[in-house]
């Protein structure tokens, strides 16, 4: 990339949440960010970190005493699933649990909104890809009046002390919000109706939540600023462009996996002197 590529930590520095009121300006972000990068070369530097994250997942995934929880939330068309594809995929998915969490089941529903989250925190050696999380329970339950106010207030609170248990545990957190602008949410949508491959992705609900956009920002910024702790950021990543995104998201996840350094086994003694014949 070129001179104005900023290093890994400066672009950390500048996508993520420091917590706080007026820590998140959503308003404020670009969607459409390049970082002075260059598409062609976007995706070679790609490459490059997914063949990083490739020997880091083995290395965590032998190693078996941490874990890793990625949790994507965005608006809809913001990418997600495309995400999870491009990161995800390249990696071992024997080491990888990805769970989708949509309206929640009459059975889940009778226990705290807690509950089925926590059935799905990764193991040790394990990333687990959170699509949709616990964050459902601030964000579209508040702008739809599903539970009212005195209820999913006090939330925030319930969700920073249970990431904290997951971390004090041994589970690094990160936290991805798809930044796209409401622009290019019309095209993508405009997309999937014209498709016939895509119109399976589209429901008219979308466009009720399209409708409550100001909303939508209002719970985001909210839960994004009470929600970013030291040991579970809050990260905001530029949408528009997949292969920004994209590059965004492999470094984020190199970045945390460095910092846990996970490392093989040693050997059982005397392995060096067995002879197979």
Known sequence: MGTK???????????????????????????????????????????????????????LFADGSSSVLVVLQAMDAAGKDSTIRSIFSGLNPAGVDVNPFGVPTEEETAHDYLWRIHHHAPADGKIGVFNRSHYEDV???????????????????????????????????????????????????????????????????????????????????DALEKTSTDDAPWYVVPA?????????????????????????PDPEPGLDEIVID
């Open 5 to 59: 590529d900023p290093s890994v930590k400066e672009l950390l520095h500048a996508l993520r949440v420091a917590g706080g009121q007026g820590s998140a300006r959503l308003d404020e972000r670009d969607t459409g960010e390049t970082f002075g990068w260059e598409k062609e070369q976007s995706y070679r530097d790609f490459a490059d970190e997914m063949a990083e994250l490739v020997d880091l997942q083995k290395r």
């Open 240 to 264: 528009d462009r997949k292969w920004v995104r994209n590059v965004c998201i492999a470094r984020i996840l190199r970045y945390h996996l460095e910092e846990i350094n996970p490392r093989y």
């Open 139 to 221: 964000l579209v339950v508040r702008v739809k009046g599903f539970a009212p106010e005195r209820v999913w207030k006090k939330r925030y609170s319930h969700i920073v002390n249970f990431e904290q248990m997951l971390a004090d545990e041994g589970t690094t957190i990160i936290k991805i919000f798809l930044n796209v602008s409401r622009d290019e949410q019309k095209e993508r949508f405009e997309e999937r109706l014209q498709r016939r491959d895509k119109n399976w992705k589209f429901r008219a609900g979308d466009l009720d939540d399209r409708a409550r956009w100001p909303e939508f920002m209002e719970a985001y910024t």
